[in-house]
């Protein structure tokens, strides 16, 4: 893959676009997107117009696939986790972040250790919690796990309702 090239400044000195001391024009951006083969658009983050469809684009952390469901700053986040089976169940590792977390079970036993709780959780089961208190998620029984995640910052919580309200 081609290097970026570094633009030289008024005083003859080397400057990178990533160093923040000079701003991205379209003189500096178009020769980037040729050079790496991307869309200008995708380049500089624009929102797509005129279709409304998701684009998703999964992303491996710890061990798992996150398939961002939504793309909206701010509010609720949804996403698809996918925990991929292994021969053996990872060892928990509970973690905290600020947030809450809603999730639901589609398919696989999921374990989800919450504070000193250890519960799994089947098909179809749902569960909300503050994520300042330490959690981790992981397969029950080795298998893998897929579910649904809506994760808000800041007291952006998820509110689902059980049947019709007069």
Known sequence: MPQPRSSASPGGRPVTLE????????????????????PLDDLVGAPRTGDPRIHLKPVQRFGSVFVPLSRRPGGVHAFKMIIPARPEPLAPTPQTH???????????????VLGERDLTLAPGEAAEFDTSMPHWLGSADGAAVELLI?????????????????
Do not use: C, K, M
Not at 100 to 112: D, S, T
Not at 150 to 166: K, M
């Open 19 to 38: 160093s923040g001391q000079r701003r991205a024009t379209l003189e500096l951006l178009l020769p980037l997107a040729r050079i790496y083969d991307v």
């Open 98 to 112: 600020e947030g809450f977390e809603w999730l639901y079970v589609l398919n696989g036993r999921l374990r989800l």
């Open 150 to 166: 809506l994760f808000g910052l800041q007291g952006v919580r998820a509110h689902v309702r059980s049947g019709p309200h007069p």
